[in-house]
């Protein structure tokens, strides 16, 4: 339990609970960095706060996000996704989820699956956090290139901003404010995690 003001998320229960327990924290494995990359991606346009609300639907809807079971998705599964009222039923989105998928399966053959591919674009560590929000980029020059190599390996929905996104998500990166309450436990996550 985060004891003082979080640096986002105060007053709304589910909110509090991810930017608690789950925000910054890493996040290096093949699955759940798909999970992260994919709900990133449909939250593009929308509030965070309604793709977690949906996100037990998205789970079921899209096999755990297990890449090799979703890459083996067609066009019922298409169908099936489009008529799910409990996600988010946008087409392209969906698409580019499947793409994702058979992209992340791709990879593994190359010898760098996702998860090294992302973790080889850590940005390195700041100097000291952030103070406030001004201090915290949309993106960085990691993100950048990691959206190129993605794009370049058949990923789609996988922009700069969303890259970064993903980086606070999974822990690449910690910006959770200097004064925040869960910044610690971040930290030494992190630390465990040879991240920071």
């Not at 640096?7 to 992260?36: S, T």
């Not at 994702?100 to 080889?120: D, H, I, K, Q, S």
């Not at 201090?135 to 970064?164: D, I, M, N, Q, W």
């Not at 998500?169 to 991240?195: F, I, K, S």
Request: hydrophobic share 45%.
């Amino acid at each position: 339990m985060v004891r003082g003001t979080r640096c986002w998320g105060d007053g709304d229960p589910l909110i509090q609970r991810y930017h608690d327990e789950e925000w910054g924290f890493p996040v290096l494995d093949e699955r759940g960095l798909f999970e992260k990359l994919s709900l990133e991606a449909f939250q593009s346009g929308m509030s965070w706060r309604t793709i977690l609300a949906k996100r037990d639907a998205f789970r079921a809807a899209f096999a755990q996000f297990d890449p090799e079971a979703v890459a083996s998705f067609g066009d019922a599964d298409v169908a099936r996704l489009l008529a799910d009222q409990g996600i988010v039923r946008n087409r392209a989105k969906i698409e580019a989820t499947l793409a994702n998928a058979r992209a992340a399966v791709g990879l593994r053959a190359t010898g760098e699956p996702l998860e090294a591919l992302v973790r080889a674009h850590a940005p390195p560590p700041r100097a000291r956090p952030p103070a406030t929000w001004a201090h915290v980029p949309a993106t960085v020059p990691e993100s950048l290139a990691l959206a190129r190599e993605l794009k370049r390996r058949g990923f789609r929905f996988v922009g700069p901003t969303t890259l970064y996104a993903l980086m606070q998500a999974c822990g690449l990166v910690d910006d959770h404010l200097a004064g925040c309450p869960a910044r610690p436990a971040v930290e030494a996550a992190r630390r465990a995690a040879g991240l920071g």
